[in-house]
C-alpha cells in the first residue's frame, strides 16, 4: 500500500502543466477548455486551475455527476495504467520528501530558470554586438539597395515611400536560411527592429526577414540569438507608456500605424500569438492595452487580455485583418476610434 503522503504529491501535480503538453488549453486564469486527448471533443475537457482539476464531458462527465477529477486520475486516463503506477510516474523518484525538501527543490527550480534567462539576455547582448559590427549595417544595406521594382513589394503591402525610409525597411535577395530537407534561398523583405537605447542612439537591435512566397515559417531573423522583439512603430519614443494598440507580426503594425497615427500613443507588433512573460510585462506598462488579433485568434486575444490584466485589456473585433482592411479602405481611421471606444472588456 502506498504511503499518504506518497499519494498526496501525486495529487498535487499541477494539473495544468500535465493537460497542457498534451493538448492546447485556452481560457481564463481560473478554467481553461480544450480538444480531449481521447475522445478528441474540441472544447469538452475542462481544467479549473484554482482547484487544481479536470474533466472531459464525453470521457468522464459532468462533475456534477462524477466529481471533478485529479492528476492521478488524468495519468490513469491518459495512460491506460493502473492507480499505483500513476503515483509511482508523478512522484518520479521524489516519494519521500519533506515539506522542507520539496521548497527546497522548487527553490532551485526557480534559481535554473532566472538562471537561464539571464544566459538567454547575455547571449543576445553578444550577438547585438556581432550585427552591430557589421559594415555596412544590413538594415541599411537592403534598404539603400533597393530597386523601384523592389520598393514596389512595400507599395504592395500599403507603405509609401515617407513610411519605407521611416521603417527603413528593405529587400534581400543574397541571402540563405536553414530547414529541412536543404537551405532555403530566394528573395525576401527585412524589417529592422528598432529602438531608441538608453544612450539617445537609435538602432536595430534585430532584423526579421520575410521570405518571399513562402506560407510556412516565412519569418526568420537574420541573425539567431537575437531573440524574438515586439515590434515598435514609434521607435523613437524611449518609454512605453499611454495607450497601446497590439496587432500580429511587425507588418501590420507599420501598416496600422501609418494609417492611424494618433489613435493610440502606440502600435504594437507581436511576433506570435503567445509572447513570452517579458513581452506581457512591457504591456503592462501601459495604462491601456487594445487588442486586435486576426479574426481566428479570438481565443487567442481573449487569453492575452487575461495575460496582461483584465482590469486594463480591451478586445477590437474585425471582420478581416486589420492592415487588409485599412489599405482597402473599408476600415477608416474614424471606424477604428469608434471601435477602440467601444471595444468590449474581457
Not at 53 to 68: D, H, I, K, L, Y
Not at 85 to 90: F, G, H, I, R, T
Not at 190 to 215: F, H, Q, Y
Not at 316 to 338: N, V
Request: glycine share 8%; aromatic share 8%.
Amino acid at each position: 500500500m502506498l504511503p499518504a503522503d506518497v499519494i498526496a504529491l501525486a495529487k498535487s501535480t499541477n494539473v495544468f502543466d500535465l493537460i497542457d503538453a498534451d493538448t492546447t488549453l485556452r481560457g481564463g486564469p481560473t478554467e481553461k477548455t480544450g480538444a480531449c486527448p481521447r475522445c478528441g471533443g474540441k472544447d469538452r475537457l475542462h481544467v479549473n486551475i484554482k482547484h487544481n482539476a479536470w474533466f472531459c464531458r464525453q470521457c468522464t462527465g459532468e462533475p456534477s455527476t462524477n466529481g471533478w477529477k485529479d492528476a492521478i486520475d488524468y495519468v490513469m486516463f491518459r495512460s491506460g495504467i493502473g492507480f499505483v503506477d500513476a503515483v509511482k510516474l508523478l512522484t518520479n523518484g521524489h516519494s519521500h520528501l519533506t515539506q522542507a525538501e520539496r521548497i527546497e527543490l522548487a527553490k532551485q527550480r526557480a534559481e535554473r530558470e532566472a538562471l537561464q534567462e539571464r544566459q538567454d539576455q547575455e547571449w543576445q547582448r553578444k550577438q547585438r554586438a556581432k550585427l552591430w559590427a557589421l559594415d555596412p549595417a544590413p538594415w541599411t544595406k537592403y534598404h539603400k539597395a533597393m530597386t523601384q521594382d523592389q520598393r514596389q513589394a512595400w507599395y504592395d503591402r500599403g507603405l509609401d515611400d515617407a513610411w519605407i525610409n521611416y521603417y527603413q525597411v528593405g529587400y534581400a535577395t543574397d541571402l540563405t536560411f536553414p530547414r529541412s530537407g536543404g537551405d532555403w534561398a530566394g528573395d525576401c523583405l527585412t524589417i529592422p527592429i528598432m529602438r531608441t537605447l538608453n544612450s539617445g542612439k537609435v538602432t536595430a537591435i534585430s532584423v526579421i526577414c520575410r521570405l518571399i512566397g513562402e506560407d510556412q515559417d516565412k519569418y526568420r531573423p537574420i541573425m539567431s540569438g537575437l531573440g524574438k522583439q515586439i515590434y515598435v512603430p514609434r521607435y523613437r519614443a524611449n518609454k512605453l507608456e499611454g495607450t497601446a494598440l497590439v496587432v500580429e507580426g511587425e507588418i501590420k503594425a507599420m501598416v496600422t500605424y501609418a494609417y492611424t497615427k494618433g489613435l493610440t500613443t502606440h502600435v504594437i507588433g507581436l511576433a506570435g500569438k503567445s509572447p513570452k512573460q517579458a513581452h506581457i510585462t512591457a504591456l503592462q506598462s501601459f495604462d491601456q492595452v487594445y487588442i486586435c488579433l486576426d479574426p481566428d485568434a479570438k481565443q487567442d486575444a481573449q487569453d492575452l487580455a487575461w495575460r496582461i490584466g483584465p482590469d486594463k485589456s480591451r478586445i477590437i473585433d474585425l471582420p478581416g485583418k486589420i492592415d487588409d482592411l485599412l489599405i482597402d479602405h473599408t476600415l477608416t481611421q474614424q471606424d477604428l476610434l469608434h471601435l477602440i471606444t467601444n471595444s468590449r472588456r474581457v
